[in-house]
Every structure is written in C-alpha cells, then in structure tokens.
C-alpha cells in the first residue's frame, strides 16, 4: 500500500478534538514551564492516567516530546480470545487483526528517555499509565487474562468508573504529536498487538485485511520504531520474555509486572542496555527498523506459533494461571505444525483442548 493511499485515508476521518475541550494545538511551541502536574497521583516515577486528567496529561507528555523523544510502550488487552481457523503465513497477523477488531485496549504504558537514554530532568515522573474505560462484565476477556491481570494489581472497578473514554482517546491520540511525528522513536518488545490497538484508535476502524496494507499504515503513522524481540533474535541468551531479558541486563522493574507503565519502562530500560552493551550498534538499529516481531520481514513461524496463546505476549514464564500452558484452538493445526522447535518455551501445547504428545516436555 503506498503512503499516499493511506494519507487520502487519514483525511476522511474527523479526527480533531471537540471544540468544547481543551485543545492540544501548538503545544509544540510550549515550554516545559508550562507543564501542570499533581505529585499525590504520582508513583515511583509513573502517573496513573484517568479520564479526569488525560487531557492534560497528555499535553504534558507532548511538551517533552522535544528533547524526550524516545518512547517505551507496552499495553494490556484482554489476551488472545479468537483464533483463525487455517494455517497460512500470514496467520500471526489474521489472529491479531481478528482479537484486536473485536476487543478494546485495557491499558496503555509510554516512557519517555531522550536519545542518551536518560528520564526527563526535573520532572516528578516519567512514565504515563492511560487507564481505558473496560467493563469487565461486558467486554470480552479471556479467564486467565483477566485473573493475570487482577492479580498484578489492575482495578477494573476504576477502570469501568473512570477509564478514559475510548472516543476520547482516540481523538486526542491522534493530535498529539506522538504520531505522524519523524523526530520520535518508539520501542516495543514483540509489538504487533500494541501497535495494532494503537493504530485502531488512529483510523477508527478496523484493522486492514492484508497484511502489507498494515505495515504501510505503521510506517506511516510511527515512522521510527523497533521491536526488541527482532533485536536479540537468534542470540540465545537473549531471546526470551521481556522479564528474563530485564533480569539478565540487571534492569530494575519499578511497579508490578503485567501493568501497562512498568512494562513501558522496562522496556525502554531494556532497549538502552542493550544498545549501552554494544549488542546493538547503530547499523544493527538502521536494518532492524520498522520490523515488527510476527509480521512481515519479522515473520518466524517456526516460532510464532507460540503466540496464539492466552494472556499477553510480555512474558510467558510468569503466566502461572494457567499452569503454565500454552493454548491454541486452530481447527486445521495438525501434527507437523508442531515440534520442540515452535514450542521455544517449552510448555506443554493443548491442541482443541487436547495435549499434543509431540509437544510434551
């Protein structure tokens, strides 16, 4: 898809903020100075987001995007709860394009470090939790997603009383510099999912079918961004779930796992080992741009696979509600699709509800 198409796309939609609101325009030209915030409602260096103060949340994160312009980003979302129905190669995207169509978006984490890698200066916080509107009681949501996330401390009584509104988000999201915007960078780790919720609120529609339309529209909105699941891929040591990886880059999680803003950090916090490390040099940065685990140039399914599973993709290892299993309902996977080699984490696989014997540890 070119970039022209997706442009003459974006100019259809009515996606400027509602004049009775406060607006985000020219907030480029503001200074730090300008920035409003509240101490008690901040956290170890993270603001938890409600609908109250997202608007000018959301100001005050954009004011530092001009000296802060590296973005970590996580988000939560209510786990894999459809499954496509054929095995093709470009099933990683179709079960993302189905989950993310039908279910909403439960948190969303940013980090902000500018290109040395340090936190804004000055500033009581660096990481901002947006808390969606989710109604638990309506909204489709895998069991032991919502266990995982009940137990890492997420509230979804706050989040059916005072979540941001989805219309809301979307509105402001698109005008506030984060996106469209060639001097930011953003760092995920295995991303496809987060971007995807991400670039719904863009369009405010549902995702593309192909494929390669969705990668267009990613380079078109997030110009510069990296997964760091294609950095370390194929160095063993390194390719494991984003909390071993923390672990062994001595990064220090501050806030609870499985929550939205400590995973941004953790992430951002990751990304900056690794390129401190030497592991990831420049060159390695230019060639792995814009590659996004599971699609595209990014796409592995003789791993892949793994990722049709249950709770969100950060960290499988701390997935204990499950038992530490891994789920798939494909009614056409059969026997060859599985081996050791897919099942890099070795969980054991149920196959529609049944366990593979070859999939056994």
Do not use: C
């Amino acid at each position: 898809m070119s970039k022209s198409n997706s442009i003459k796309k974006i100019n259809t939609k009515t996606l400027s903020p509602p004049g009775n609101l406060l607006q985000l325009d020219n907030i480029q030209n503001k200074s730090s100075s300008s920035i409003k915030y509240k101490l008690p409602n901040s956290n170890e260096g993270i603001i938890e987001v409600y609908q109250d103060n997202f608007i000018q949340e959301l100001i005050n994160l954009s004011i530092l995007l001009e000296d802060y312009n590296y973005i970590g980003m996580d988000t939560e979302f209510p786990g894999t709860v459809f499954s496509v129905d054929n095995m093709t190669d470009d099933f990683y995207y179709k079960t993302l394009r189905q989950n993310v169509n039908k279910l909403k978006l439960i948190q969303l984490g940013i980090t902000l470090k500018n290109e040395k890698g340090e936190y804004p200066k000055n500033y009581p916080y660096h990481t901002w939790q947006f808390n969606l509107e989710f109604d638990k009681n309506k909204e489709p949501i895998h069991p032991s997603s919502l266990n995982l996330l009940k137990q890492s401390g997420i509230d979804f009584d706050n989040l059916k009383k005072k979540g941001i509104s989805h219309k809301l988000f979307s509105q402001y999201f698109m005008v506030s510099d984060l996106v469209l915007n060639p001097d930011i960078h953003w760092v995920s780790f295995q991303g496809a999912y987060d971007f995807g919720y991400l670039l719904k609120f863009l369009l405010g529609t549902d995702l593309p079918e192909r494929e390669e339309e969705f990668i267009g529209l990613l380079d078109l909105y997030f110009i510069n961004y990296y997964d760091i699941r294609i950095l370390v891929r194929g160095n063993e040591n390194m390719q494991r779930g984003l909390n071993k990886l923390a672990e062994k880059l001595d990064v220090v999680r501050v806030g609870k796992i499985h929550q939205a803003g400590s995973d941004a950090m953790v992430t951002i916090d990751v990304f900056f080992k690794l390129k401190k490390s030497g592991f990831v040099n420049r060159q390695k940065l230019e060639e792995l741009k814009n590659v996004v685990y599971g699609i595209g140039n990014g796409r592995d399914n003789t791993e892949t696979i793994n990722y049709t599973h249950i709770v969100n993709n950060n960290d499988y290892q701390s997935s204990n509600n499950n038992g530490g299993v891994m789920f798939t309902n494909m009614n056409s996977l059969g026997k060859n699709y599985i081996n050791m080699n897919m099942n890099y984490y070795n969980f054991p696989l149920i196959l529609n509800n049944q366990m593979s014997p070859l999939a056994q540890p």
